[in-house]
């Protein structure tokens, strides 16, 4: 399955039918060689991204806001490949959706108050990644971004 026959798919879905569908796609780009963990915390900074507003009104306009996430960054010709991996990042996708719904202080949060994240062997370090990170998980670094 390609990337763009994804995104081309949740530009016509429903829009809540959309989300876990994008979610999906973002935390297998992302993370799909992470731990469950490490997967559970980049679908929390894009629903963290989502209740701020700044990025979007929905998961989709979150996670394919200009050079954010991974599926803005991907060619559409990526093919999904491993579908152990698609289920994984699926089950996550949807049990992170589950959580986020609750009120913020029902929510299990793995990486409290990140919005930001990157790989730290694969990016230059952008101006916003300053100071501690809240949390280092496998080769992401997850920040707490305030002001851009």
């Known amino acids: 399955m390609k990337l763009a026959w994804i995104l081309w798919l949740a ?10 569908l994008c979610l999906t796609t ?17 679908a929390e900074v894009a629903l963290r991204r989502l209740e701020d507003g700044r990025w979007g009104d929905s998961v989709c306009e979150v996670v394919t806001a200009p050079r954010q996430f991974a599926p803005t960054l991907v060619s559409g ?3 999904i490949k491993n ?12 049990d992170a959706l ?11 949060q793995v990486v409290p108050g990140a919005s930001h994240f990157l790989v730290n062997d694969l990016v230059k370090r952008p101006n916003w990644a300053q100071g501690t990170p809240v949390a280092l998980i496998g080769d992401h670094a997850f920040y707490s971004v305030t002001e851009l």
């Open 26 to 42: 973002t935390i297998y780009l992302e993370a799909r060689n992470q731990s469950i963990l490490g997967q559970r915390a980049v």
């Open 11 to 20: 530009n016509v879905l429903p829009q809540p039918v959309a989300d876990p």
């Open 77 to 79: 010709r990526f093919v």
């Open 83 to 94: 579908p152990k991996a698609w289920e994984r990042a699926a089950a996550i996708a949807f």
């Open 98 to 108: 589950r959580d986020w719904s609750k009120p913020s202080g029902n929510r299990r």
